[in-house]
């Protein structure tokens, strides 16, 4: 079982910053990738960044040059920056991991962008 546990989302200002991370603990050998997603009331969850166990990064096209996908794979742990937040980034954010042929979620954290 692998359990994934989010933290730092919260309330920013436009234009703010904001940096999410996902703990993953439990049995893991090895992971395909880590990444976020986010789903926004009554709207489908949809891939904001993914890392792969090698490195390679992909965006979602709302987000590229805002946002940027790290990893430490000796901690098992995914880092999302969030730079020039916008109010349309208002979501909840979910860490997803891929190992072998199984996806595993996060519970999620929330995160709002508002004056």
């Known amino acids: 079982q692998v359990q994934l546990v989010e933290s730092g989302g919260g309330l920013v200002q436009p234009g703010g910053s904001l940096r999410l991370s996902c703990a993953a603990s439990?049995?893991?050998?090895?992971?395909?990738?880590m990444g976020w997603y986010r789903q926004a009331p009554g709207e489908q969850r949809d891939l904001v960044a993914i890392?792969?166990?090698?490195?390679?990064?992909n965006y979602g096209d709302s987000v590229k040059g805002r946002f940027t996908i790290s990893g430490d794979n000796a901690k098992n742990t995914a880092y999302l920056q969030m730079n020039s937040l916008k109010p349309e980034d208002t979501a909840f954010y979910y860490c997803?991991?891929?190992?072998?042929?199984?996806?595993?979620w996060g519970q999620g954290t929330q995160v709002t962008v508002s004056s």
């Open positions: 439990g049995s893991i050998f090895s992971f395909n990738a």
């Open positions: 890392i792969t166990s090698g490195g390679n990064t």
């Open positions: 997803s991991a891929i190992i072998g042929r199984n996806q595993y």
